[in-house]
Nanobody
Framework: QVRLVESGGGLVHPGGSLRLSCAAPETMASILDFTWHRRAPGKERQVVAAISTAYDESYGDSVKGRCTISRDNTNNVVHLQLTGLKPEDTAVYYC?????????WGRGVQVTVSS
């Protein structure tokens, strides 16, 4: 079982920034494709950003231009930098990793954007 641990969530004012992190087990990070999802109250889960083992990045339309995903295989961590945060970015953010047909999820971290 691959355990993913998210961190970095919290309360931020509109226009603020946050960096979320997803820690993967040692020796596993380099073989995993990572995707950040989010689920807002009463809404369906939404893809925020993804990064492959080849460092290919993709972003959801709702966060394009305000979001950067990166990976650090040496330290087994994936980061999600969010800027220009809006109240509608409020959600639980989940890290998902996939490799060889297996999918793993973290427990999620709350991000609340409010004044």
């Amino acid at each position: 079982q691959v355990r993913l641990v998210e961190s970095g969530g919290g309360l931020v004012h509109p226009g603020g920034s946050l960096r979320l992190s997803c820690a993967a087990p040692e020796t596993m990070a380099s073989i995993l494709d990572f995707t950040w999802h989010r689920r807002a109250p009463g809404k369906e889960r939404q893809v925020v950003a993804a990064i492959s083992t080849a460092y290919d990045e993709s972003y959801g339309d709702s966060v394009k231009g305000r979001c950067t995903i990166s990976r650090d295989n040496t330290n087994n961590v994936v980061h999600l930098q969010l800027t220009g945060l809006k109240p509608e970015d409020t959600a639980v953010y989940y890290c998902m990793a996939a490799s060889d047909g297996h999918i793993y999820w973290g427990r999620g971290v709350q991000v609340t954007v409010s004044s």
